[in-house]
């Protein structure tokens, strides 16, 4: 995945504030005259003062980075972790709206002020043109990283969709209603527990309007019969066409439902992901939540491409988005911890609480693939609770220190995302091998430094993760800030 405030739209950029407040306090570090330190240091308290820079928006962006590389390099080796096979929720699927709720956010603080629309339009554009394109070069198939040293990809059989094209489309979806509504924003909000959502009704309304697009294709949209040509050399079924049998609406199993119907409409069976965990269901190996064999009765749908990132589905994480910037609302007008935390916490549990519900009443089932209404709503409370901690602990109670890695991480998300979580590094170093690619650096290091030493492959590749990987970004973007170094879109 899909990534963070960082990719869209970021108030956690540091600016020329923050490097006002680093010479200041390096500078009068060093031992300068009495009189200046004191002058320096005062103008650093008032650029902080005006900066009223927020840590735990660094942090929140960082922990979804760490979580994305744990579960997709992880996830292999322990998958219960890795994405739930169809309903319920494991701790990949709270990856992407993590990503839309911190791109909510950035987007409040991005557009707080809007003094030329065009300009900004011409900006949204922009951004969204360039998480398209790198998008589609990441998670089309061009890139093969970080096993396969080849590249290139068959448009024949390009993936459309994906993390960073799902991002694009809510951050300019929601960024358009910032942006046009700038001149009906109010300046102040006044009290009571509506107040923050009528001042920002339109943005609301934005996700309003998703909701019932999603809610009412999927439950009144037919899905008639398919079928699918199953490509994979060496497989015994390599070759064969599969007809999958519906005829039914409102449906919202693996074989039925409306997301996977308009994917397969709007951009063809071909260009869709070929490796969806439904094969790791109960309905498809006797070894879910693991991969497994096939069961012999396995359905036919076990071997079909189903697109998770599609596009029906990103119209409903709009949500995710929506929420995200209201959460950004919050933070600009609310001025003290008590009256942040009160509105957080309380749309967060309350989300969290109704998510629940309809998942456990069967109403509306938690779904990643789906993205239903139940999942918007359990990630998005999860999001704003978790920040709400995040907050606690960092800006309220200062505990700064030990999260200073996921800040660092966060500030550069999408540089982190592109060379680990997509593996371009690991491919970069692993084109340097001796006699075959299977004897590279990377390589060696997990079989020798970990797998052998804890005589697991399991437990080998986790702690490689943690130590190889997240640690080490921990340190590169460490390294990285303290230079004054960000990549951006």
Wanted: with cysteine; glycine share 10%.
């Amino acid at each position: 995945m899909e990534k963070g405030q960082e990719i869209a739209a970021s108030d956690g950029e540091k600016g020329p504030e923050q490097h006002a407040i680093d010479v200041a306090h390096v500078e009068h570090a060093d031992g300068e005259g009495e009189d200046m330190g004191k002058e320096r240091m005062a103008v650093a308290e008032e650029v902080q003062r005006k900066s009223k820079r927020v840590a735990a928006l660094d942090a929140f962006r960082g922990l979804t980075i760490v979580i994305m590389i744990l579960v997709d390099d992880g996830g292999g080796a322990y998958e219960r972790i890795d994405h739930s096979p169809w309903n319920g929720c494991t701790l990949a699927d709270f990856v992407m709206p993590f990503f839309l709720f911190i791109v909510g956010v950035a987007i409040a603080f991005a557009l707080k002020r809007v003094p030329n629309i065009g300009a900004a339009v011409k900006k949204i554009a922009l951004r969204t043109l360039k998480m398209l394109f790198w998008g589609v070069l990441l998670q089309g198939g061009y890139s093969h990283a970080p096993d396969d040293l080849s590249y290139g990809v068959d448009m024949k059989k390009i993936r459309w969709c994906g993390i960073l094209q799902r991002i694009a489309l809510v951050y300019f979806v929601v960024a358009l209603i910032e942006a046009f509504t700038t001149k009906v924003r109010p300046t102040t909000v006044r009290s009571g527990p509506c107040a923050i959502f009528d001042a920002y009704r339109w943005q609301w309304l934005g996700g309003f309007i998703a909701f019932v697009i999603y809610i009412v294709t999927t439950f009144s949209l037919y899905v008639p019969d398919w079928s699918f040509v199953y490509h994979n050399d060496g497989d015994v079924n390599d070759g064969k066409q599969f007809t999958v049998q519906c005829g039914v609406r409102a449906s919202l199993d693996q074989a039925c439902n409306a997301v996977g119907y308009i994917d397969r409409q709007v951009w063809g069976i071909n260009h869709l992901y070929t490796q969806p965990v439904w094969i790791r269901s109960k309905d498809c190996t006797f070894s879910s939540p693991n991969m497994g064999p096939l069961r012999a009765d396995a359905p036919a749908w076990c071997l079909a491409p189903f697109e998770p990132e599609g596009l029906l589905s990103s119209i409903s994480s709009i949500l995710s988005g929506t929420i995200g910037i209201h959460y950004g609302h919050v933070l600009i007008h609310f001025k003290t911890h008590k009256e942040r935390l009160k509105h957080w916490l309380l749309m967060g549990f309350a989300l969290l609480v109704l998510g629940i519900i309809l998942h456990f009443t069967n109403a509306i089932p938690i779904n990643k693939q789906l993205y239903s209404f139940s999942y918007v709503c359990f990630t998005g409370g999860a999001a704003g609770i978790v920040l709400s901690a995040f907050y606690i602990l960092i800006d309220i109670w200062g505990l700064r220190t030990p999260f200073l890695f996921l800040e660092w991480i966060g500030m550069n998300a999408m540089l982190v995302f592109v060379l680990g979580a997509q593996g371009i590094l690991a491919a970069f170093v692993n084109g340097w091998y001796y006699e075959s690619p299977d004897k590279s650096l990377v390589h060696w290091i997990v079989k020798h430094v970990f797998v052998n030493v804890w005589h697991s492959q399991r437990l080998g590749t986790l702690l490689y993760v943690i130590f190889c990987e997240i640690v080490f970004w921990g340190v590169a973007a460490g390294v990285l800030h303290k230079l004054g170094i960000y990549w951006k879109l």
